[in-house]
């Protein structure tokens, strides 16, 4: 079991910036990948960001070169620094955990419980 905590979140104005931090405990392997996610009213939920173990990042389009996503391996904590944000960018981001697959004797894939980021004009 991995339990995760996530903090950060809040109201900001166009332009402004907040960062979303998330710390993952429990029975964690080395190699994983951890990532935020995000689900507006009405929409499915999308992939923000995601990093890896190794450092290898993936970004949704609409946030490159506006959202960072960096983890610190020895406190399995990762984060989302949000800068420039968007009316666009409200949404309830959760953070995501995952290790295993394919290859692996287990595959498990974990959730946190959201926390709002809400963009006013």
């Known amino acids: 079991q991995v339990q995760l905590v996530e903090s950060g979140g809040g109201s900001v104005q166009a332009g402004g910036s907040l960062r979303l931090s998330c710390a993952a405990s429990g029975t964690i392997f080395s190699i994983n990948a951890m990532g935020w996610y995000r689900q507006a009213p009405g929409k499915q939920r999308e992939l923000v960001a995601a990093?890896?173990?190794?450092?290898?990042?993936n970004y949704l389009d609409s946030v490159k070169g506006r959202f960072t996503i960096s983890r610190d391996n020895a406190k399995n904590t990762v984060y989302l620094q949000m800068n420039s944000l968007k009316p666009e960018d409200t949404a309830v981001y959760y953070c995501?955990?995952?290790?295993?697959?394919?290859?692996?004797?287990?595959?498990?894939?974990?959730w946190g419980q959201g926390t709002q980021v809400t963009v006013s004009t």
């Open positions: 990093i890896t173990s190794g450092g290898s990042t």
């Open positions: 995501n955990f995952h290790q295993g697959g394919r290859y692996y004797p287990y595959d498990d894939n974990y």
